[in-house]
């Protein structure tokens, strides 16, 4: 399997502008995080889903941001519109059950907003 | 918010030394986890204990789960220039939320 694939790998865009984060998890993952991360906040969960169900989203962090997961193959988090505070890595990780194993990573989704 | 806290924010020991690193939560957890991040890379997993373990070894790695203090700690033995890195723990609660903390940057001089 190529793991957990996210695109793109770097986006730099202007203060305003919407962005759309993919990420594609390792199939059979049953769930699936999004995670920002930056020098001043560490790593902060923004959302996850068990079985493409958004379980847990006090993380995201205003109504700018919103995530789907249309089906178990697929997921997006989008920011609309894009501040420059928004800038930061962003990772997608999948599990492959509840509550007993690990998170596998994606490389990151490093974005801009100017 | 995080729910997990590492001590020490920073360590720098030399090539075959030994480094601990401790974590601290806050709430009950299913099982405790331990990951390393290369600089500008993603998360990897190295280890997991369950609430109901004290103690698990993997390799160089050992990990201590003590669930009354709400503490756990990671120890590499025989350092390498290959762990300088990052490591985090994460506290994986019901319904499988995996909440990290701010992560020990390890410096392994050669």
């Known amino acids: 399997d190529a793991g957990v694939i996210q695109s793109p790998r770097h986006e730099v865009t202007e203060m305003g502008q919407e962005v759309t984060l993919r990420c594609k998890p390792i199939s059979g993952h049953n769930s699936l995080f999004w995670y920002r991360q930056t020098m001043m906040r560490g790593l902060e969960l923004l959302i996850y889903?068990?079985?493409?169900?958004?379980?847990?989203d006090s993380g995201m962090p205003e109504d700018r941001f919103s995530a789907k997961m249309p089906n178990a193959s697929f997921s997006t988090l989008k920011i609309q519109p894009s501040e420059p505070r928004d800038s930061a890595v962003y990772f997608c990780?999948?599990?492959?059950?509840?509550?007993?194993?690990?998170?596998?990573f994606g490389q990151g989704t490093r974005l801009t907003v100017v | 918010s995080q729910q997990g806290e590492e001590d020490p924010q920073a360590l720098s020991i030399q090539e075959g030394e030994n480094a601990t690193m401790n974590c601290s939560y806050k709430t009950s957890i299913n099982n405790l986890q331990w990951y390393r991040q290369n600089s500008g890379r993603g998360l990897v997993h190295l280890i997991l204990i369950r609430s109901n373990e004290r103690e698990k070894h993997s390799g160089r790695l050992r990990v201590t789960l003590d669930t009354s203090k709400k503490s756990s700690s990671l120890l590499i033995t025989a350092s390498r220039a290959a762990d300088t890195a990052s490591y985090f723990c994460?506290?994986?609660?019901?319904?499988?939320?995996?909440?990290f903390g701010g992560g020990t940057r390890v410096l392994v001089k050669p």
């Open positions: 889903f068990n079985n493409n169900v958004p379980i847990d």
């Open positions: 994460a506290t994986g609660a019901a319904g499988n939320k995996l909440t």
């Open positions: 990780a999948s599990s492959p059950e509840s509550e007993r194993t690990e998170a596998f």
